[in-house]
């Protein structure tokens, strides 16, 4: 039984490039969810969708971000003309159908030079 | 709002000595879940537990207990005879019925160190 992957694990990009994450859920878990962690911080939920439908949305999701599952299966998330701000490990959990516990992947950890 | 506070930034025991983790939330809905999750060095978040807003039934897992008293909204998690893996950053976190158990929000973390 194969958990959350997320890829890249690292990233490393100069500012204002875009990058794109990707993250598979837990086969069968038809919800997924973003969340972003800064050093020495819990993690701060993004976004989250129920099968393909973004069902919310933080505010600390700016217009720079978007987010897809477009077949309710893996889903990417994409920052465009990243800032040095944007610096922080981005991670990807899952949950079952009847389950409200979330299961993390190891997370991407993105630099912004 | 939602909000949880683990004032313990760090704690640094031996091995074998017991410790415990606070966790104080808030919240004003009365239908919640509570979780603690373990970040160990490698940063994989690991659920370790979940507990319902109904439920104030302590729980014992091995060398792991959860303490859950709604008078003072607390959910303190205990590590009897600490060993060296148990070294990591824990986390608490809730979610409430009102925002359809969509979001987890986290405490900034306890860091536990633990020494041979």
């Known amino acids: 039984d194969t958990g959350v992957s997320q890829d890249p694990r690292h990233k490393i990009t100069k500012r204002g490039q875009n990058v794109t994450f990707r993250c598979d859920p837990i086969?069968?878990?038809?919800?997924l969810y973003w969340y972003r962690q800064t050093l020495g911080q819990g993690p701060e939920f993004l976004t989250y969708f129920q099968n393909e439908a973004q069902l919310e949305k933080s505010r600390l999701l700016s217009d720079r971000f978007s987010a897809e599952r477009p077949k309710g299966s893996f889903s990417t998330l994409e920052i465009q003309r990243t800032e040095q701000g944007d610096s922080a490990m981005y991670l990807c959990a899952s949950s079952p159908p009847r389950g409200y516990e979330q299961y993390f992947g190891p997370g991407t950890r993105l630099t912004v030079t | 709002a939602q909000k949880v506070t683990q004032a313990q930034t760090e704690i640094s025991v031996v091995e074998k000595e017991d410790v415990t983790l606070d966790c104080v939330y808030e919240?004003?809905?009365?239908?919640?879940?509570l979780f603690w999750y373990k970040q160990p060095p490698s940063g994989e978040l690991v659920f370790l537990i979940r507990r319902n807003s109904f439920d104030e039934q302590n729980e014992i897992s091995g060398r792991y207990s959860w303490n859950f008293q709604k008078s003072t909204s607390s959910f303190n998690f205990t590590i009897t005879a600490s060993q060296v893996v148990d070294s990591a950053v824990y986390f608490c976190a809730l979610t409430q019925k009102d925002s359809g158990y969509s979001t987890l929000t986290f405490g900034k973390g306890t860091m536990l160190l633990v020494s041979p």
């Open positions: 919240t004003r809905d009365t239908t919640y879940y």
């Open positions: 086969s069968e878990h038809n919800r």
